[in-house]
């Protein structure tokens, strides 16, 4: 009778593995674990088992499945990274050392107003590489600082943390300064 029930929930998971690749292949942008569950009417735990079952099945393969913080996707393996970008070379996007200084100004210090960019960096933020940031929904604004000229408060959002895959911003490294005065 157990053996009878494993199999019934190995099939199941399989049947749902199945599914779900196909739901990620169609979607255009990651899809929320509780989406999955709702289109495929299974509670957490058959979903947990079944997206162990398609991360099995896809590591025989070119695709991985990754979990970012707006959801999960079909991406391709790290391994192949070099023979994409070389088949595909308009994909690889140079992001300036000015916007990746702006970025990580606001993704480790958030909230933070165009001046407070300005005093860490040394040098005034051109609006190019704002608008730039907000083109891509990297950043938003969040509010205004309670001061003189009421500034913009600027934040990461999900699409920021989706583009650079992570899940969190708790999965940023750590920044130098703060490696050294660790124990």
């Known amino acids: 009778m157990a053996l009878h029930t494993f199999n019934q929930q190995h099939q199941s998971a399989q049947s749902h593995s199945k599914a779900i690749e196909a739901i990620l292949h169609a979607s255009e942008t990651p899809m929320p674990a509780k989406q999955l569950r709702q289109h495929l009417n299974i509670s957490q735990n058959q979903l947990d088992m079944a997206l162990m079952v398609l991360q099995e099945r ?19 393996a790290n391994e192949f990274s070099p023979i994409i970008q070389k088949v595909f070379p308009q994909r690889q996007e140079n992001l300036s050392q ?14 933070v107003t165009r001046g407070d960019i300005e005093m860490v960096r040394g040098v005034t933020v051109s ?19 309670e001061s003189i000229g009421r500034p913009a408060l600027l934040h990461t959002t999900d699409e920021f943390l989706v583009a650079f895959g992570l899940d969190s911003l708790a999965q940023l490294p750590p920044l130098p300064d703060m490696q050294a005065s660790q124990p």
């Not at 896809?58 to 391709?76: D, E, N």
């Not at 702006?102 to 958030?110: K, N, P």
């Open 127 to 145: 609006s190019h590489i704002l608008r730039q940031l907000f083109d891509k929904r990297w950043i938003i604004e969040k509010g205004h600082r």
């Open 58 to 76: 896809l590591s025989l393969g070119a695709l991985t499945l990754a979990h970012t913080a707006t959801g999960y996707r079909l991406q391709i």
């Open 98 to 111: 000015a916007l990746l200084e702006t970025l990580s100004v606001i993704a480790y210090r958030q909230p």
